[in-house]
């Protein structure tokens, strides 16, 4: 599955996977596990999904949220609703970025375009075309990893984590993270105030470590492995973002939508638990399948907020997807579905 999604970046950058649906349904393949410490992250609890309400939440703040945290959150929805696609070209100087507009797929036999450029970056620096897929945008910054494998080649990863950063059209400022575990394929990435970066990564053998530099003071925290991804779900882990130095959501997709798509930390990564979600009202009450589709496309925290562009498949009478828009406004421990957002 790794590979396939390696390949289909290399063409087009799009990610796979899940939203959730409409009533509970018990999480039977978790135990309860004791909380592993330190490095060895761990998921130790199962599903809780929160009942459609009668009136749908707004993409707001609640009331009793300051005037600035409503704005944050209105700041956050606007960037969780820009897909972006990249174009490495061959230059004289290297390797010249273009960034295009993502035009998401509407089918599940489809798949994303790219749209209008919107920024163009050359990199001073030699990485080979296949790691321009592992990049971050957010129309400030734009950032790729360095040092990813390549299945089209077989040629050899790295096991140093490092990423080439620009902010506003700047030259680029090349970031040493430290070292993996194993050879990493992908790297996912957040940007935050003050600083924070959070990374994620992936590898061949579906193996994820989070890095964490909580401000750009601080030195670089690896928060450990996340195990429970690889191995109880058979998940994979495409969308991160952290709200504090501390509290921080991984986005994750899932062929089942009786399971939620964000896994969340509040102690730097020592343990790992489930977060509550609403469900579309109109989930279909049958098991579904594989063409659902669901996708946390784009993930962004900060404070106590938080807003994500969800995709989920089998919804539309035509078979099309469709694409909500998930805020939080307590730190990624609830995500209630707002306005469905035509891309």
Not at 267 to 280: C, N, R, S
């Amino acid at each position: 599955m790794k590979h396939q999604k390696i390949f289909s970046n290399i063409i087009f950058f799009a990610i796979s996977g899940l939203l959730a649906a409409c009533t509970t349904k018990p999480d039977a393949a978790s135990p309860d596990a004791t909380p592993t410490p330190a490095i060895n992250a761990d998921i130790t609890s199962g599903v809780s999904v929160t009942p459609k309400p009668d009136t749908p939440p707004q993409t707001e703040a609640s009331s009793g949220s300051s005037a600035e945290e409503s704005a944050l959150l209105d700041r956050l929805c606007e960037k969780a609703k820009q897909l972006y696609m990249v174009e490495p070209v061959a230059s004289e100087n290297g390797l010249t970025i273009l960034v295009h507009k993502q035009i998401p797929a509407k089918t599940p036999d489809e798949m994303s375009t790219v749209g209008e450029v919107v920024a163009q970056y050359e990199l001073p620096f030699e990485i080979a075309a296949h790691n321009a897929y592992n990049f971050y945008y957010d129309g400030e910054i734009f950032a790729v990893a360095e040092g990813a494998r390549s299945y089209d080649n077989n040629e050899e990863g790295s096991k140093t984590l490092s990423i080439l950063v620009s902010q506003n059209g700047g030259e680029f400022e090349r970031i040493v993270v430290g070292e993996t575990e194993t050879e990493y394929d992908c790297v996912y990435f957040s940007f935050g105030e003050n600083g924070r970066i959070a990374l994620l990564t992936d590898s061949a053998i579906r193996h994820h470590e989070v890095f964490l530099r909580p401000d750009s003071a601080s030195e670089w925290r690896r928060l450990g492995t996340a195990e429970s991804f690889d191995n109880r779900y058979d998940r994979l882990a495409d969308q991160i973002s952290f709200f504090d130095e501390t509290t921080g959501v991984v986005g994750t997709p899932f062929v089942d939508p009786w399971y939620t798509n964000f896994i969340r930390t509040e102690d730097a990564g020592q343990t790992w638990d489930f977060a509550e979600k609403e469900l579309p009202e109109n989930m279909p009450d049958s098991t579904v399948t594989e063409e659902c589709q669901y996708a946390v496309l784009n993930l962004h925290c900060e404070g106590n907020v938080g807003a994500a562009l969800v995709r989920v498949g089998d919804l539309e009478p035509d078979g099309s997807f469709a694409y909500y828009l998930y805020t939080t406004v307590d730190k990624g421990k609830t995500w209630q579905i707002g306005e469905k957002v035509t891309l």
